[in-house]
């Protein structure tokens, strides 16, 4: 955690923050995305990616979102050619921003980019290929449902400090390819230094915070140990197939007409509050 | 030797002249027929006739753009043209029938009926909702996906051609029998299962891809959908009313946004006016659509720009006949002509004809008028997007078309004259069905009974269907359409459209078709009943609706007829409502080899919710609340899901009583509003029983009812009272302390305290002699909802 | 060339099974289908041995996710 904090100075105030939102033709979720961090009072701009390659402004942004949708219609695999056209554009400045450990969020196909782009599961920096998939859902099919996620993170991940471990939140998932695997000969490996490491973040389980066990639907796309997302050895980059922005309001809740007092706010608020938090103290 | 028709006009590029002034009667038709413009012989003489005065023959750009636009897609000869019925001549059943009511009822609130692409709203003092819903039949049923897709993309496109922006999608589909008979699939048919699978694939790929929630529809089967497939597409979009452009002047410059032009999609419309045939597959392949979603958004994201920046007058998408309706529509809308260059059309391959230009139906293309001095950013803000954007042309002073390509003039064409075709006058005639009442002693074993109707096919849980569709997407989906844990079917979905306001919008939709096999009239006027009271349920009112027919082939007299009464339903009931009809459709020629489908009309309606925190879902709360049935149960079992599944259609077909519905449903709104109602939902198909069943199971509660206390009328066998289908009836969960304000409230309606909710999870109904006719667990009935389609096919 | 991406043995294949499952029921004794993406491109090079470097270097890069895709490329020149 020290590790995070090297450039301690003074701290910075809410206002000062900017996020940067990416979008580029295909995305859809960028709007809700961005209203989350202002509905938490934090700057968050949507920029096209043709309008970032012509700024060449990613080091003004404290922190980047890549947001749900379907990128480049999900052609050749879902978020491939969103993630390698980002290398091949603003490789140089993706690199800075990863290297100096800016917070960088992966939601849905945000998530799909970061591991085509090898920033995801991000062992050892970024990868020159992919280390991981986020593959056709087992069961097959485009599948809109809201699930539970336990979360597994002692310490790393800036994205979740404000959760405690353990503790089980609900969110929902919208995707056809969702299911996260490794290379088979490496899936052992590969589990076992996400626990080492602590970059298991969150894993599909029952409302009472029972695993999966790749049981459909609590586990809703097959993936490899029910996981839900992942963050790099640093902590610093996060991704997930839940949607956190369509959790923000009780009102979004699939049930709140049952409850006879709502709390105002749906577990997403956490992930965009636990990031702004690390933003405040690490400035 | 037979004279040649076809005369090549020698230029660089494919051009014909046709010569239609010598032609005769029979050549006249060969003409039609042979290119494809579906024009009848009284229409194609008054083709001959305007040629005549200008002495000259037409161009083959001239005759496609008039069969288009004359088109029964394009200009809906059947509604506005004349009908002989009943010894009585009906001048336009649009104007007598659906505009004629939202002129009566003529409410302050709706900003925009019948003129645009969509009907719009006033939603709040700054914004508008927009709402169109669009058909697309004949494509679905040659290639279910593509169909679906594109039917998808065009409602879309209809939205952001009131410069709307989509904020949710419907989507009601019409299949055949999922296990229809192989063997009986006549050539050229495809099995019901296939367009199935198409159909919903291709529906949720276009509005998952473009970011825009499906939160409501339906799906229906019926024998008759078996090579007639039913794709009802609807939108939903937000407007700021101050941006609201429609001032198209001479001199504007016509632009064309998005896709590139090919051949898919040419005769469209007149392949949607058309029947359908063996040979339909070969024919009209070509004329279905491609779809590209992705092109769509950065064309939305693009139009929502140029809104924004107020710089454009006028906005259309391209649909049914391409540019030739886009331009034509355009121009007769601000009383100007148009010049048009082909050349500048971008195109997808060279060697397109002029007229295969013009006529294209090539997808994710729109078009905009924009006054010169704005034209520099429009494009910029087209380019900013990745979206090609083209000046083609120009708005003219006088009322004529000419459409140039590559300096050769190949098409001049009065507007007047383009869009008054000479009226159509058809025949109606209409017998009443035959039918009896069936005669058939009540089953022993009422629970197995219930959970059979549970399991059929218009009842079951369409949960795997409508988990396909992203209905969350822009995180504004209040009500959902499957309710909670168990996804119990929510009566209406509920929209949070604004950022700071809790103002909300209710969509919801009445279709059944199987009424109609009965009487067109009383299939009508449920199919309205139903959509409001869904909307009510939820707490939906102020409720506008939309009207879709799709019908058989409306030169057969008797298929006019049903038609005909159809219309006088909704007449009579939206003013009795007082709910105005805003937009609407109708899709006709829908026949196959097999026969024409069964008359379907399929009404939307689109509701506000004054406040979301206050919307009710369906599913039972609480143990010990009191549960109370709102209206009558009538002996209406004909076309009932029951007589179905016993294997009859019957005559009772359900009535609507107007002035009790409407104090019901204005009663049910003021508890809403008083907070004293925790559940909600309309009995519909399967009757009380399945309502019950399904507030039960969504709940996770049990629910005890006792029939003798229905408020009921000529019933005296407890099937009949447990499935009856009754319009504008609710059940209405009250909390037990609640009782006394409840009923004060409903003080002078039909209604009556009918159970409770019980800790124990079973649905438990005592009979008509106090004996229990019904005792099922909550696990054995939702097995059996959701059972039928889980594995999604 | 024809670049094929196909995915490595031990991975499940949802649309292949989807498949084999549907032909089944229309009739057909399918046992397996596999489902596979092939890009058909046409490009200048200069000689076929540096063709099928490239191509290696496209499919490492872009085509494939050595995750879970394998890819067989077939060169061709085209007349």
Redesign the interface.
Known sequence: MEANLEQRGLAMKREEINVCVLRV??T??D??TK?AFDELGVQAEVV?V??MVKRRSLLEYNALVFP???S??DY??AG??WA?WILAKLGKELKAFVYENRPVLGICNGFQVLV?AGLLPGFEGISP?????L???????????WVYIKHENDVKCVFTRKIPKGKVLRM?V?HSEGRL????EKEKQYLKRLYENDQLVFRYCKKNGVYAEGRFPTNPN?SFHDIVGVCNREGTIFGLMP?P??A??W??Q??W??RARMPQYGDGKLIFESLIEYLVKKF | MTRRLYINRRTPFPLFEIDVLAATDKQLLKISREMGIGLNLQEIRAVQEYFRKRRRNPTDVELQTIGQTWSEHCFHKTFKGKIKFDGKEIDSLFKTYISKATEEINPRWCFSVFEDNAGIINFDKDYGIAIKVETHNHPSAIEPFGGAATGTGGVIRDILGVWADPIACTDVLGFGPLDYDYEKLPPGIKHPKYVYMGVVAGIGSYGNNMGIPTVNGAIYFDESYVGNVVVYCGCIGLLPLKKFRRNAKPGDIVVLAGGKTGRDGIHGVTFASAELTEKSEEISRPAVQIANPIEEEKLKRAIIEVRDSELASAITDLGGGGLSSAVGETAKRFDCGAVVELEKVPLKYPGLAPWEIYVSESQERMLLAVPQISLKRVLEIFEKEDVEATAIGKYTVDKVLRIHHRGEKVAELDIPFLFEPPKSVRTAEYKPANLEEPRFAEPENLTKTLLELLASLNIASKESVIRTYDHEVKGNTVLKPLQGEYGGPNDAAIIKPLKNSWKGIAVSCGMNPNYGKIDAYWMAASAIDEAIRNNVAVGGRRIALLDNFTWGNPEKPERLGSLVNACGACYDFATAFGTPFVSGKDSLYNESPLGPLTPTLLITALGVVPDIRSAVSMDVKAPNDSIYIVGQTFHELGGSEYYKLKGFLGSTVPKVRPKQARKTFETVTKAIDSGLVKACHDLSEGGLAIAAAEMAFAGGYGVKLNLREVPRKALNRNDFVLFAESNSCFFVEVLEKAREDFEALMKGNVYAEVGRVTKTPRLCIYGLEGDVVVDASLSDLLASWKRTLSSGV | MKIEVSLKPGHSDPEGETTARLLKELGYKVERVGVSKVYSLSLEAESLEGVAAEAEEMCKRLLANPTKDNYAIVVEEEK
Not at chain 1, 129 to 133: C, K, L, N, T
Not at chain 1, 181 to 184: L, P, V
């Open positions: 033709g295909g859809n979720c709007a809700e209203r096209h043709n309008e749900g949708g379907f480049y219609g050749v695999r491939a050619i390698k085509e290929y992919p280390e991981a998939a593959a056709t859902n087992f069961p097959p099919g485009y599948n809109c449902r929902p919208a695997i490794f290379a088979k097959g949607h922005e369509r923000f309001y009102w979004q699939p049930d007409t049952r």
